[in-house]
């Protein structure tokens, strides 16, 4: 049987209820049938124009908040790549035919992104219900009208009580998101050079009130021309992971100091991370950079590998050493330990999970997005490269989750 064609175009047109798409910058880019009859515009009055210069708020109710919380809504989609269904709002729309006449309207908003192929927000879709009709029941008479009022009263009041709450709730998740934030920056070793060799430091917060999280860098001098690296990430967010990311970070540093390798070190924290509450899963890499002898050795807990760009422009992933997170087994089990050599003028790159996955993408395309972005900007100072790879590999709106980034020349 032939595979019948789909004219999306036209099945978008035809669906009921009202449905516009806008862009990341909230302009429109097409409305359905019922967006256009229902809404008293035209398309010519939509297309490319932005939509709060289209549907203004009434200036004549100061009260209004129509227009804050539709726009919050749609901006929060566009960072977080995730559906966003508001509350029943109430907003006016002015009567073309009359203009300064605004007639009063209820909504029952949903926002949900389109996601382009790197997973970015390309489009957002604005579903709208009116229910004016079901509040005010329009046309009825006697104790009908009068329960009519009483419902939309009701109802109005209600939802401008949950939109109150949840305007407290973002107020108090920044306030948490602020403390977690100078907590985090004040574990995480200020960027000191590594004797003569250069090095880059990056810690990217997340985007969201409570989405700052435990990820975490260290670097350790260790005697002769030798240092540790080492990246980390706690599951969860907020105060809580970063206050496990510390206690866990400088258990690793020290036990860097002492061990014999990268792996004695994660067996050490390994088994420190069993008595923190909040330290199971957590994943980390830690390498030992020899210059003296050209060789790195490395053992990952349950981490991303670390990319090492040779001169030549190739890239290899450090992948011969990993391990469950740390606390992932009931009973302790020595830890794996690979060596590999490295040419002069290479460089070494630690990360941390958000710099390279997207939702609804498989790993290996991060890895090779981040493999190309090295190939093209390996040359540069590690200074430039780390912003180069944020530049590249980071969502323009932010991403939500925190991101460290290591980049040290070889």
């Known amino acids: 049987m032939r595979k019948q064609q789909i004219d999306y175009a036209a099945v978008f047109h035809a669906l009921p209820g009202m449905v516009a798409l806008l862009t990341p910058d909230l302009e429109y880019a097409d409305a359905n049938e019922d967006f256009l009859r229902l809404a008293g515009r035209t398309r010519e009055q939509l297309l490319g124009r932005y939509i709060f210069d289209v549907f203004p708020q009434n200036p004549n109710d100061p009260a209004a908040a129509g227009l804050r919380e539709t726009q919050a809504s ?42 382009g192929p790197d997973g970015d927000v390309v489009l957002i879709v604005h579903r709208v219900e009116e229910v004016t009709e079901l509040i005010r029941a329009r046309g009825g008479t006697g104790s009908d009208s009068s329960q009519a009022r009483v419902l939309e009263a009701e109802l109005y009041t209600r939802a401008r009580e949950l939109q109150e709450l949840n305007e407290r709730l973002r107020r108090a998740q920044a306030r948490d998101r602020e403390v977690a934030l100078a907590l985090q920056e004040a574990m995480l070793p200020a960027p000191t050079p590594v004797g003569h060799h250069r090095a880059a430091v990056r810690y990217r917060p997340a985007v969201g009130s409570l989405n700052v999280c435990g990820d975490w860098y260290d670097l350790v001098d260790l005697p002769g021309d030798r240092i540790a690296v080492a990246v980390g990430d706690v599951v969860g967010h907020g105060l809580r992971a970063a206050g496990v990311m510390g206690q866990l970070r400088s258990a690793l540093s020290a036990a860097a ?32 950079i020899d210059w003296d002898t050209h060789t790195l050795t490395y053992s990952s807990a349950g981490h991303l590998p670390p990319a090492l760009l040779h001169p030549d422009g190739t890239v290899t992933f450090l992948d011969r050493a990993t391990d469950p997170p740390l606390g992932a087994r009931p ?52 200074e430039a490269l780390a912003d180069a790879l944020l530049a590249d590999l980071l969502p323009p709106a932010g991403n939500t989750d925190d991101t460290a980034l290591v980049i040290i020349r070889l």
């Open 257 to 288: 100091r002492v061990a014999d390798g990268p792996a004695r070190a994660l067996e050490a924290v390994g088994l420190y991370a069993r008595h923190v509450e909040g330290a199971e899963s957590t994943t980390v890499v830690k390498t030992y």
């Open 331 to 382: 009973e302790h089990v020595p830890r794996p330990e690979a060596r590999t050599a490295f040419a002069e003028g290479s460089t070494l790159v630690l990360y941390t999970d958000g710099l390279i996955e997207r939702r609804h993408e498989d790993i290996d395309t991060g890895l090779g997005r981040l493999a190309d972005s090295l190939a093209r900007h390996g040359e540069a100072d590690p």
């Open 74 to 115: 749609m901006l929060r989609v566009v960072t977080t790549g995730e559906r966003d269904t508001m509350a029943l709002l109430r907003y006016d729309i002015e009567d073309r035919e009359r203009p300064g006449h605004w007639v009063e309207h209820f909504w029952s908003p949903v926002n949900a992104p389109v996601l």
